[in-house]
């Protein structure tokens, strides 16, 4: 028969390493992860926009047509993006005037969160990225 010692011990050395286990990452911001917008293909057009967010906030973008680089600065909940260069990869009118959308609703986001595989960055107009997690 195991003694209330042995258990007491048991208890207090498994609540010590829970302790000590790392937080779960499921509400950081989602440095090092690719993430994809939450949006419907456009016709004509199998892209959907992602964003590739390195460990210190740089971040390789790719919109409907037009690609490049940004950076991430994160605080708490809120968030800042800088665009960086964007390259137009022979895009039609459309495709450029989404692009610049997407780009200005980024840049316009104040705040973000996390719930599971979901970042939203909340601005005048709310974005949802779903993270790839394949």
């Given at each position: 028969?195991?003694?209330?010692?042995?258990?007491?011990?048991?208890?207090?050395?498994?609540?010590?390493?829970?302790?000590?286990?790392?937080?779960?990452?499921?509400?950081?911001?989602?440095?090092?992860?690719?993430?994809?917008?939450?949006?419907?293909?456009?016709?004509?057009?199998?892209?959907?926009?992602?964003?590739?967010?390195?460990?210190?906030?740089?971040?390789?973008?790719?919109?409907?047509?037009?690609?490049?680089?940004?950076?991430?600065?994160?605080?708490?909940?809120?968030?800042?993006?800088?665009?960086?260069?964007?390259?137009?990869?022979?895009?039609t009118e459309a495709q450029v005037q989404l692009d610049d959308?997407?780009?200005a609703d980024l840049g316009a986001a104040t705040n973000w969160q996390r719930r599971g595989d979901t970042v939203t960055f909340?601005?005048?107009?709310?974005?949802?990225?779903?993270?790839?997690?394949?």
């Amino acid at each position: 028969m195991i003694s209330n010692t042995t258990l007491l011990r048991a208890a207090m050395a498994g609540a010590a390493l829970l302790f000590s286990w790392p937080a779960h990452a499921a509400d950081d911001f989602p440095f090092g992860l690719e993430m994809t917008l939450d949006a419907q293909r456009m016709p004509g057009s199998k892209r959907i926009p992602n964003l590739e967010i390195g460990d210190a906030g740089e971040a390789m973008v790719e919109l409907w047509c037009k690609g490049g680089k940004g950076q991430f600065s994160v605080a708490g909940n809120t968030v800042v993006f800088v665009p960086g260069t964007i390259v137009n990869r022979n895009c039609t009118e459309a495709q450029v005037q989404l692009d610049d959308q997407l780009l200005a609703d980024l840049g316009a986001a104040t705040n973000w969160q996390r719930r599971g595989d979901t970042v939203t960055f909340i601005g005048p107009k709310t974005l949802r990225f779903r993270l790839n997690t394949n």
